[in-house]
């Protein structure tokens, strides 16, 4: 199973994106999935999680409100799309396919990221 996340780049500040990842190899499943993301001034931080079915969704505190997590089964895709950027959300953004369907397990595939840019 490989995961490969497009929709990065760079924007000013209060602008938004919509990043999207992309399973092959394999199916959503009965996997839950998330965001993460990492600079040079943090460690890698979860960013927001979905359950197998949609039914349990979790976002860190600071992008709540901004930022909204979605699966299409489908077509085998997740999406994070980001409202109103800050240049703190500046970022590589990676997707990550968890063994069971919570997001509170551990991890099983990550992609290798998408680079997030907001300028002031």
């Known amino acids: 199973v490989q995961l490969v996340e497009s929709g990065g780049g760079s924007v000013q500040a209060g602008k938004n994106l919509t990043l999207s990842c992309t399973i092959s190899g394999g199916t959503l499943g009965w996997h839950a999935m998330a965001w993460f993301r990492q600079n040079e001034e943090t460690d890698r931080e979860f960013v927001a999680g979905?359950?197998?079915?949609?039914?349990?969704?979790s976002y860190k505190d600071s992008v709540k409100g901004r930022f909204a997590i979605s699966r299409d089964d489908a077509k085998n895709t997740v999406d994070l799309q980001m409202n109103s950027l800050k240049p703190e959300d500046t970022a590589v953004y990676s997707c990550?396919?968890?063994?069971?369907?919570?997001?509170?397990?551990?991890?099983?595939?990550w992609g290798q990221g998408t680079q997030v840019t907001v300028s002031s």
């Open positions: 990550a396919m968890y063994y069971s369907g919570s997001y509170y397990g551990p991890i099983d595939v």
């Open positions: 979905i359950s197998w079915n949609g039914d349990s969704i």
